[in-house]
């Protein structure tokens, strides 16, 4: 099993641009979120979803966009890009609220 | 809300014990604790139930008290694999999300 698969791993963008960074994982998991991490602050919610269809905003969800057509599929969207969203990014998968998360190797977003 | 670990940062020798804290204003269904080592992506632990339960690691335990929505991680005779960022991740009673503390640095040395 791949586990979460997050892609890409680097990306550099200019101000304004918009991206989609993937996150697929194959167990089957209800429970998928997103976090992005900046030094000294820890793992910060941006997104989260039950399953497909469902989908919640975090504690920092401003200028993300998520959808779940998929139980596998967990995209977050990046609609114009900003300096202030350079940072790594974490999606994670759970099987429910009495289980522990998966988490993907991560992407790191430079933005220009 | 984040919860708040303490300490933020610990150095160890080879062998010593550590214990790391996690503390929530808010009424807890679980806690859980993960691990990260630099340029990785935190690594799943343990996690502690309301009502008791644990499920994780062999050789490392925790505790929660539900009534002050704290837990401990503890980690006895240290080794150098253990060195890490430790972030715990709380779950509410009425979330389906965890939201996770800014991390405790733990530094084993030989």
């Known amino acids: 099993n791949a586990g979460v698969t997050q892609t890409p791993k680097f990306q550099v963008l200019k101000t304004g641009q918009s991206m989609t960074l993937q996150c697929a994982q194959d167990?089957?998991?209800?429970?998928m979120s997103w976090y992005r991490q900046d030094p000294g602050m820890g793992l910060r919610l941006i997104h989260y979803s039950v399953g497909a269809g469902i989908t919640d905003q975090g504690e920092v969800p401003n200028g993300y966009n998520v959808s779940r057509s998929t139980t596998e599929d967990f995209p977050l969207r990046l609609l114009s890009a900003a300096p202030s969203q350079t940072s790594g990014y974490f999606c994670a998968s759970s099987a429910g609220a009495s289980y522990g998360y998966t988490f993907g190797s991560g992407t790191r977003l430079t933005v220009v | 809300q984040q919860p708040v670990q303490s300490p933020q940062a610990v150095i160890l020798r080879e062998g010593e014990d550590a214990v790391i804290n996690c503390s929530s204003s808010?009424?807890?269904?679980?806690v859980h604790w993960y691990r990260q080592k630099h340029g990785e992506a935190p690594v799943f632990l343990m996690i502690?139930?309301?009502?008791?339960e644990q499920k994780g690691h062999e050789k490392i335990s925790a505790s929660f008290n539900e009534k002050k929505q704290q837990s401990s991680l503890y980690l006895t005779a240290s080794q150098l694999s253990y060195s890490g960022t430790y972030f715990c991740g709380t779950g509410s009673n009425s979330g389906y999300a965890l939201n996770f503390g800014k991390g405790t640095s733990l530094l084993v040395t030989p």
């Open positions: 502690l139930l309301k009502g008791g």
């Open positions: 808010k009424a807890l269904y679980s």
């Open positions: 167990m089957n998991h209800e429970y």
